[in-house]
């Protein structure tokens, strides 16, 4: 559904987006996920025609990403996407159903559909007058109103409530099952770990890990090993190094003590050092590396060939629009480097 490859934006000196290849399956949700300035947002609005590429392509549902006619077939949900204040939701959403020549007939029970499965009340309220977890709620529903293939949802539940972002998280799930392609980024991995089927982590423009979530954890993060004991492990004078490395200091905890180690040969250590000084091993836990553990791993090592020109250090944001995000499907802006990526 989405092939990418040799992406690159480069603005002067400074390279946004640096040699970036990827696909993404139909019916897949694929996440994209990088600190602050890592090109996340700048791949996205290539995805979604916003920008043009410097050099290299991408195909989304069939057509390159630079043809009009693609954004017939997908969906933009930018970070921020201020509406249109003085209309209502079903208003506001015919709007841009003609903008995409939707019969009014199919565009009523689409945005109705749509508002129905979001919760979304209030429909003929000034949008002014509504909730941000609303005004979001709508924003996705507009997203929708042309029945595309492929969805771009960037930071989908920045700023909501929990009952609100559970509700966007569980959206995105029916969306996949309904056999939509849905591209997402977000700052909480949580999010992402928990509705993405493939990931791609970018720094500083370049996708510096790939695969699923299982397998980025397995290649680059740790398993560790939590062991509860009622007596302190104390490596004593007769430590191996084995010991000494594998073996750190025990944590209090209540009546127990917790000592971390990194294998089941540590744990059958601790245990015989325990045993040794009259105590035993009362609990054992697994701990397996989050997507946040991974990613703070990740982005935390030196990036070989750093990219050329001023690093950004504010949050990736869409402005390319008057109202900040309210397109049709034949507006294209080129963003200025100052948007960050």
Known sequence: MIEVAGLEKTYGGFSAVVDSTFSVEDGEVFGIVGPNGAGKTTTLKMLSGLIEPTSGEARVAGYDSTESAMRHHLGFLPEESPLYEEMTATSYLQFFA?????????ADERIERALDRLDLDHRDRRLGDVSKGMKRKVAIARSLVNDPDVLVYDEPASGLDPV????????????REAGKTVVFSAHNLYHVESVCDR???MNEGRIVARGTVDGIRERHGETTYHVYTD????VGSGATAVDANAIGDAE???DRYR???????????????????GGTVVDIRTR??????VFLDIVGRPMPGRRGGAESDGADRDAASPEGGDRGPDDRTEAAPSEGT
Do not use: K
């Not at 609100?164 to 969306?175: A, G, W």
């Not at 397996?288 to 553990?293: A, F, Q, T, V």
């Open 231 to 234: 007596v302190p492990p104390e």
């Open 288 to 293: 397996e590396p989050s997507l946040e553990d």
């Open 199 to 201: 990931v791609v982590i």
């Open 98 to 106: 003609d903008l995409y020549e939707v019969p009014r007939s199919v």
């Open 259 to 277: 000592t971390v180690v990194p294998s089941m040969d540590a744990v059958e250590r601790v245990r015989e050092i325990v045993s040794d000084a």
């Open 164 to 175: 609100t972002t559970n509700s966007v998280l569980e959206f995105t799930r029916e969306l």
């Open 252 to 254: 209090e905890v209540g």
